[in-house]
């Protein structure tokens, strides 16, 4: 059986509402593993944390629409 992997591409800065729920509603039922992909600046000390397999962390851009232009190849 192949290794089911969600990917949590936000912040995490909400984890005291949101993680035990999070895990409990979606990662446990669907029996995954937990890839975060957060800002570099973030404060890696909650439970995404803790229960992430893997962890990638990047440069948050200062402007998201350019970044999505260049992403999608235009500027509209």
Not at 28 to 45: M, S, Y
Request: proline share 4%.
């Amino acid at each position: 059986m192949n290794p089911r992997i969600l990917i949590y591409f936000t912040s995490t800065r909400e984890h005291a509402i949101t993680g035990e729920l999070f895990f409990k509603n979606v990662l446990k039922p669907l029996n995954a593993d937990l890839a975060l992909c957060v800002n570099d600046q973030e404060d890696d000390t909650n439970i995404f944390y803790k229960h992430a397999k893997y962890i990638w962390k990047a440069k948050q851009p200062e402007n998201f629409e350019a970044e999505f232009d260049k992403i999608a190849g235009n500027t509209h």
